[in-house]
Each structure stands twice: as structure tokens, then as C-alpha cells.
């Protein structure tokens, strides 16, 4: 059975390996040896190609790679007006050590929340729209990625003496940026959303709780916000969540099975598709599944590692997929690598050959298992 609009039975979350070319523009660019016109007109090539690859594998989502990122939450919140970032190590981590370098950026609120004049990722899209038939989709953070990590302490008082306030102002932004996406003709978007999977994790659990935030009620907040993010968007306009637990040049920062939030956030979240991770141990089991609507969203299968090169031996993802099968119909599950290849303008431990045979097998796999 195909799928008239996303998630695909064949996906990916997004972000793709840099070309070295565009790399060394953007060091260029900081330099100030090219002026920005000159970086946008490197990157239009470079997306050009990213887009070339996706076709030719047989992709039905196409997205820019996210090239014109070098991190894929701050360079799209930092043009919000009333968001200013600094980088924090994350606590609570399992993780293996991190370098503050590539330590996350937090979010802090200073004055009331406002969208650019004319959009964020509106022009962007034009782009992928015009090099492509297929379905462009938008990958972009979740409203979420606005308050997790900083809480209350990161949201300035006088801006938003009362959450009710911020939050709604968040949720407004959002939705006039997805309102100008739908505008301009795209028809799928992604919210790349951290914080839900890292409160899978209980070290994480505990840091939310020394901001004073109840972990057990963050997963009806966040999934209230994305609806409301959302709200209005035409019908057949498809809005997918990726659960993130952490990707920095192969490094993640939480662990812990859906378990602790999967009720709530499948039961109310309205939105058309999860893509999960689950390529290790640490993503827990499939059981967390059995909470989601019969007849609801796609859950988008992330079984195959973006972090590493090895390829996952067909067998075990058509064994795996089956098992999924066990606690959502098969007709509502797809397949995806677990999270995108480059988060940050430095990619992941993989090569671009890798990055290429892992996207065409996971074609080539939903098309034996879905036809």
C-alpha cells in the first residue's frame, strides 16, 4: 500500500553528510573571505546534489541535507525574535564525554517571542521546491527545544511573568511559520524534538526536576504546544515528530525506552508520524508501541545507525520490523535511519558511500516489505 503523503514508507529525518566544498565556503564565510550571497550561492550547488542523490536512490521525501545549518536547532531558533543561545554540557548523561565545543546550545527567553518578517524556512523551501517533483520536506525544531534544558530560569520574568503566556507565544510563532510553509505549497514537515526522548531517560528525568519541572507531566505540555504549533495547517499537509536522544559526530546524550512517555505523547500529540530510534539497546523495546492509535500516526522505524558505517544485516531489520508489527499494524509502520546523518555542519563517523548504501537499502527494504 503507498502512501499518498508522509512519513513514506521509505524515510529519512533529514540532515546529510556536508560535501567538503561547502564546508570549507562556510570557514571561508566566517573568515570573511565571501561575502553570504557567495556561501547561499555554494550551498544552492551543494543542495542541488543532495537533492540529485535522494532521487536517484528512489526517496520520495527530499530534503536540502539541512546545508544551510551548522547546527540544526540554534541556526533556526536564533533567528526567533527573543531567543538568545549559549552552550551548557548537557547533565545527566550517559553518554560518552562530551566536547564543550559541541556541548547544546540552551535557549533563554529575554523579551517576548516574535517571527522574522517573511519567515524562516519559507525561501528554503522554494528551493528544494523547484529542483524536485517529489515531496520537499522541512525539518525543523521542535518549540520544544525552547524550554527543556533552561525552564523557567531561562525565560526572562518580565517578558513572561506567567508559562501560559510564553508557551502561547511560542505555539503562535510556530504556527505562522508553518502557515507560511503551507503558503508557499510545502506539504511536510518535521519536528526534530530532543526533549521528549530525553525525559525516556531518568538521569534526564532528574534534571528536569531540579529546574522544578514534573517530568511526568512534560509529555502532555510539549504534545499540547506541538498541537497548538500545528493548528489550522491544510488537510493534507503531513507534520511528523522525530525523537532525538542526542547526535553529535556520533555521540548521544540519553538512553532509556519510550516507555515513560509513550502513552501520552501517541495518545495526544496530533501529528501524522513518530520517527523513533531504535538502533541500539539503549532505545528499549518495541512494547511502548501497543499505546499508539490504531489507525493513527505512522511510526517510522529508525533501525538503521546513522552513527556508525557498518550496514545492519537485512535479515535482522525485516525481523525486527516484524516484531514491531506485533504492537502496531503493519500498514502503519515505515522505515528510516535512526536520526540524520550531519546535526551539525560536522557530520557523524561515517562516510558519504556509507551514508548513500544505508539510505538505498532502507528503499530497497520497504520495498520488499510494502511493495
Known amino acids: 500500500m503507498t502512501n499518498v503523503k508522509g512519513p513514506f514508507r521509505a524515510d529519512h529525518v533529514g540532515s546529510l553528510q556536508r560535501p567538503e566544498k561547502l564546508l570549507q565556503a562556510r570557514e571561508a564565510f566566517k573568515a570573511g573571505s565571501i561575502s553570504a550571497s557567495e556561501l547561499r550561492a555554494e550551498e544552492d550547488t551543494a543542495i542541488a546534489g543532495a537533492v540529485k542523490m535522494q532521487e536517484d536512490i528512489g526517496l520520495q521525501s527530499i530534503t536540502d541535507g539541512e546545508y544551510r545549518r551548522e547546527n540544526f536547532h540554534f541556526d533556526f531558533l536564533d533567528k526567533v525574535g527573543g531567543v538568545d543561545f549559549r552552550r551548557m554540557m548537557p547533565e545527566g548523561s550517559e553518554g560518552e564525554s562530551v566536547d564543550p565545543e559541541k556541548a547544546p546550545f540552551v535557549a533563554y527567553i529575554t523579551e517576548k517571542l516574535s517571527r522574522p518578517t517573511g519567515g524562516i524556512e519559507v525561501e528554503n523551501f522554494k528551493v528544494v521546491q523547484n529542483l524536485t517533483d517529489r515531496t520537499p520536506k522541512i525539518t525543523v525544531p521542535s518549540p520544544t527545544m525552547t524550554h527543556f534544558r533552561g525552564g523557567r530560569d531561562a525565560i526572562d520574568m ?8 510564553f ?15 503551507a503558503d508557499a505549497g510545502c506539504r511536510y514537515v518535521q519536528f526534530d524534538d530532543t526533549n521528549l526522548a530525553y525525559l525516556c531517560d531518568e538521569n534526564m528525568r532528574d534534571a528536569a526536576r531540579k529546574l522544578g519541572e514534573d517530568p ?27 525523537m532525538c536522544r542526542g547526535n553529535a559526530q556520533s555521540q548521544w546524550f540519553a538512553s532509556g525506552g519510550y516507555e515513560a512517555i509513550a502513552e501520552k505523547v501517541f495518545s495526544l500529540t496530533k501529528v501524522d508520524g513518530f520517527f523513533l530510534e531504535y538502533d541500539d539497546e539503549r532505545s528499549g523495546g518495541f512494547e511502548p508501541l501497543r499505546f499508539v492509535p490504531k489507525g493513527g500516526p505512522k ?73
Not at 512534560?218 to 504549533?229: E, F
Not at 511510526?299 to 550496514?311: A, P, Q, S, Y
Open 167 to 181: 508557551f502561547d507565544d511560542l505555539a503562535r510563532v510556530y504556527r505562522e511559520e508553518v502557515h507560511g510553509l
Open 158 to 165: 518580565d517578558a513572561y511573568p506567567e508559562m501560559d503566556g
Open 216 to 242: 511526568d507531566e512534560l509529555p502532555a505540555t510539549y504534545a499540547d504546544i506541538i498541537n497548538k504549533s500545528i493548528e489550522g495547517r491544510p488537510d493534507d499537509m503531513a507534520v511528523s515528530v522525530h
Open 299 to 371: 511510526i517510522v522505524l529508525g533501525l538503521l545507525t546513522t552513527k556508525r558505517g557498518e550496514m545492519e544485516p537485512r535479515d535482522e531489520i525485516l525481523r525486527r520490523i516484524e516484531e514491531a508489527s506485533k504492537y502496531v499494524d503493519i500498514d502503519q509502520l515505515c522505515l528510516s535511519p535512526q536520526c540524520g546523518f550531519s546535526s551539525n555542519a560536522i557530520g557523524n563517523l561515517i562516510s558519504v558511500d556509507d551514508q548513500v548504501a544505508k539510505l538505498r537499502n532502507i528503499v530497497e527494504i520497504a520495498d520488499e516489505v510494502w511493495g
